[in-house]
């Protein structure tokens, strides 16, 4: 059983207050900076150098989101639990962050509600916690509902099966046009 997490509500409205400053695009603010002043104020070491150019060499788009989620796990709720810092650190490189920030903008994280709430439990996943109030069923279940990333593969999906419908019926079409011209001509 996921440990139990803050309210939901509380992460959410953080979200939505996030500062202007951290919705810039890479090389406006720095990440690795942000994340071991975290790490400081959990009170935990910061990692060596290689894990911070590591951090520091995250895909251009993903960096804003870096960001707004170290915005988030700055509550207080996260600043009590320094034994979060480890997995923190991971859901920081974590590829469900890297293609949530390959699909919305950080503006849109930022002020459209669903992926608000996509991302604050996209968080709390990626940390092994469920929202207070909430069952592991539940919360499983509502971060699937959001997912923009399986959206995206679903909508890919059906894209190609719609193509190849199309050809199949255009081949048919060709087909039945051809039989009914050789009928034609042999009459």
Not at 90 to 111: D, F, G, M, Q, W
Request: charged share 30%; with cysteine.
């Amino acid at each position: 059983m996921s440990p139990i997490g803050p309210q939901l509500d509380a992460l959410l409205h953080r979200l939505a207050e996030c500062p202007p400053d951290f919705l810039q695009g890479p090389g406006g603010i720095d990440v690795v900076a942000l994340a071991c002043d975290h790490l400081r104020a959990l009170g935990v070491a910061i990692p060596g150098t290689p894990a911070r150019r590591a951090l520091a060499a995250l895909p251009g788009e993903a960096q804003p989101l870096a960001a707004i989620v170290l915005w988030l796990l700055r509550d207080g709720w996260f600043l009590a639990q320094p034994q979060l810092a480890e997995a923190t650190w991971r859901l920081l490189h974590s590829t469900s962050l890297t293609n949530l920030a390959k699909l919305v903008r950080p503006e849109t994280i930022v002020n459209d509600p669903d992926r608000r709430e996509e991302l604050v439990r996209l968080c709390l996943d990626g940390l092994g916690l469920i929202p207070d109030g909430e069952t592991p069923a539940q919360a499983a279940d509502r971060l699937t509902t959001l997912d923009s990333v399986e959206r995206d593969r679903v909508i890919r999906r059906t894209r190609k099966a719609e193509a190849r419908a199309r050809e199949v019926r255009e081949a048919m079409a060709r087909r039945k046009a051809e039989e009914a011209a050789a009928r034609y001509s042999r009459e």
